[in-house]
C-alpha cells in the first residue's frame, strides 16, 4: 500500500541554521506531495504542495521538490527563525482513494534562540 | 475564516464507558475525516464521510464508529473506551486536499 516515510525526530537546531526534513514515499501511479505544519495546540496547516513530477513547492521560505527519480519530497529551509518550531508533517494523495491523505509519522523541530 | 472545532480540547474517560468527540464546520463541506495521532505513527484514518448519513472505513477502524446526521457535524465514537484509544484525535473538513481544514484536536486520556 501507499506510504510515507519521515526521518526520525526530534531535531534541534539553532536560529539561522539550514533545515532539510527528508521525506520519502511509496505509491502506485502519481501522487500529489504535501507538507503539513502543527504548530504548538493547534490543529494541522498546510504548507506547500507539488501535483507533478520536478514541481518545487515554496511558501514561509520553505521548498521542497518532487522527486520521482528518488521518490522524494524533502523540506528544506535555509535560515530557520524560533517561530519554525512545530510539529511537520509530509503526505500524499493517491490518485485513487478521494480527498484520503497518507500521513507520514512526523517531525518534531526546535529552534533555539 | 473557515472553522473546525471539535468539542473538547481535554478529555479524561475511564475504561468502558461510550465517548463522543463531535466536531462540527462552517463551510458547507461534504468531506470529513476522523484521524488519531500517536507520536512516531503520524496520522491514521479512523472514519471518513462523503455525505449525511454516509460513512466510510479508513485505515484502523476498528473499536469506533461515526455518526452524520447532518452535514456540518461529524461524530467519532468509542464504543467502550479502552486504554489503547488514549490518543490524540484530529478532524478534518474539506473539499480537496488543498482546502483541507483541520481542528485543533481533542486529547483523550483513557484511565
Known amino acids: 500500500g501507499d506510504s510515507v516515510t519521515q526521518m526520525e525526530g526530534p531535531v534541534t537546531l539553532s536560529e539561522e541554521a539550514f533545515l532539510t526534513i527528508n521525506c520519502t514515499y511509496t505509491?502506485?501511479?502519481?501522487?500529489?506531495l504535501f507538507w503539513y505544519v502543527q504548530y504548538p495546540g493547534e490543529g494541522l496547516q498546510l504548507l506547500l504542495k507539488?501535483?507533478?513530477?520536478?514541481d518545487k513547492g515554496s511558501n514561509k521560505g520553505f521548498e521542497a521538490t518532487y522527486r520521482k527519480e528518488t521518490t522524494s519530497f524533502h523540506l528544506e529551509k535555509g535560515s530557520v527563525q524560533v517561530s519554525d518550531s512545530a510539529v511537520y508533517f509530509c503526505?500524499?494523495?493517491?490518485?485513487?482513494?478521494?480527498?484520503?491523505?497518507?500521513f507520514g509519522q512526523g517531525t518534531r523541530l526546535t529552534i533555539n534562540p | 475564516d473557515v472553522k473546525v472545532t471539535q468539542s473538547s480540547r481535554y478529555l479524561v474517560k475511564r475504561t468502558g464507558e461510550k465517548v463522543f468527540l463531535e466536531c462540527v464546520q462552517d463551510?458547507?463541506?461534504?468531506?470529513m475525516f476522523w484521524y488519531r495521532q500517536d507520536p512516531g505513527l503520524g496520522l491514521r484514518l479512523i472514519y471518513f464521510?462523503?455525505?449525511?448519513?454516509?460513512?466510510e472505513k479508513g485505515d484502523i477502524p476498528e473499536g469506533y464508529s461515526v455518526s452524520r446526521e447532518k452535514k456540518e457535524r461529524f461524530s467519532l465514537i468509542l464504543e467502550s473506551a479502552s486504554t489503547n484509544q488514549t490518543s490524540m484525535y484530529l478532524c478534518?473538513?474539506?473539499?480537496?486536499?488543498?482546502?483541507?481544514?483541520f481542528g485543533q484536536g481533542t486529547r483523550l486520556t483513557v484511565v
Open positions: 478534518r473538513s474539506g473539499g480537496s486536499v488543498t482546502e483541507a481544514f
Open positions: 505509491a502506485t501511479g502519481y501522487p500529489s
Open positions: 507539488a501535483t507533478k513530477a520536478d
Open positions: 464521510s462523503y455525505d449525511v448519513k454516509m460513512k
Open positions: 503526505a500524499l494523495r493517491a490518485i485513487q482513494g478521494a480527498q484520503k491523505l497518507v
Open positions: 463551510m458547507d463541506h461534504e468531506n
